[in-house]
């Protein structure tokens, strides 16, 4: 296994989307509807990720890891274990509910999973923020007076973001995103969110949607208080770094490289700017270029793999990996 792995894209549509992946990814969307998350690589029950391009091509993840779980992932790879990361792009057109992952502490009491999850800001539009944890000294008795009263708000930390910005968000801290950000998501393999607050919004079927007040506030981490972000920056240096995966970014300037050798582990490579073209060992001679990753693109690369990404214009690289461990 020694492909550069793409896949198609799992559009979701979301009360809070928009079209932002078509105007600004250049997508091609399904029509009218509000598109808020395209899940980019996802192996779970309810979702799979099929490979675009290549011999396997139209295979799912699922099936590769089971044909191929050494190559992909190394050697002490179980076949059946799932794929430990989901990678998203979220068109947050309206904000977010309020909303906690479970810690793993008290994941398998409420039967979820938890999740912990960095946000990378593409794009914004002036004044967007995001709010993430407490805002310092609050405690719970004040938290759950604030959503009976309809002012939770005063409660969490709202800070202003731009692109470039990033924060590691934790299983456990409160958040919820603004309107007006173009985020990349790339979080634990976990789809499981404890709605606390909804700012008084219905759902697509015109109704409330549901929350999730027990379970959130069992959830929530009382400590957390006023996290701050990773602002941008134009060099390279790791983002986010946490037991379940690390984030590198990577600033290459046009004809510059980034080499990733076989046999180490595998990684995933996600363009939030700009655009490479990635040669692999089958791909080295002139003739035989390899493909071409633009602005939005995500992609695995396997264990046994080893490729060049090579930028034809100043690209922003985000570098998934240790998460194989």
């Not at 792009?89 to 502490?105: G, I």
């Not at 173009?182 to 919004?201: A, F, H, P």
């Not at 379970?215 to 946490?242: H, M, N, Y």
Request: charge should be neutral; glycine fraction near 10%; charged fraction near 20%.
């Amino acid at each position: 296994m020694r492909e550069l792995l793409r896949f198609q894209p799992l559009y979701q549509e979301r009360v809070w989307g928009g079209r932002a992946l078509e105007s600004t990814l250049g997508r091609t969307l399904p029509p009218g509807a509000p598109i808020g998350e395209s899940w980019e690589v996802v192996d779970r029950p309810e979702a799979q990720s099929v490979v675009d391009g290549g011999p396997w091509n139209g295979q799912s993840l699922r099936a590769v890891l089971e044909k191929h779980a050494a190559e992909v992932m190394g050697p002490a790879w179980p076949r059946a274990r799932a794929f430990p990361i989901l990678i998203k792009w979220l068109d947050c057109r309206e904000r977010l509910s309020l909303q906690v992952h479970p810690p793993a502490a008290v994941a398998g009491e409420l039967k979820g999973e938890p999740k912990t999850e960095n946000w990378y800001i593409a794009h914004s539009v002036p004044g967007a923020g995001l709010i993430v944890g407490l805002k310092r000294g609050v405690n719970r008795a004040q938290f759950e007076q604030a959503l009976s009263a309809g002012t939770v708000e005063h409660c969490v930390h709202h800070f202003r973001v731009a692109a470039g910005d990033s924060i590691l968000v934790h299983s456990g801290q409160v958040h919820a995103i603004d309107a007006g950000n173009l985020i990349l998501e790339i979080q634990q393999n976990s789809d499981t969110t404890y709605r606390v607050y909804d700012w008084g919004r219905v759902g697509l079927d015109g109704q409330p949607r549901q929350l999730h007040l027990a379970q959130s506030l069992r959830s929530i981490d009382w400590t957390d208080f006023e996290p701050k972000p990773v602002r941008a920056a134009p060099t390279s240096g790791v983002i986010a770094d946490c037991a379940e995966f690390r984030i590198r970014r990577v600033v290459l300037g046009a004809g510059e490289r980034l080499h990733l050798r076989a046999g180490e582990q595998p990684r995933l490579v996600s363009v939030v700017s700009g655009t490479v073209r990635a040669g692999g060992e089958n791909q080295a001679a002139p003739r035989h270029p390899g493909p071409v990753l633009t602005r939005g693109d995500n992609a695995l690369v396997p264990f046994a793999g080893a490729f060049t990404f090579t930028a034809e214009a100043t690209t922003i690289l985000l570098v998934t990996e240790n998460f194989a461990g």
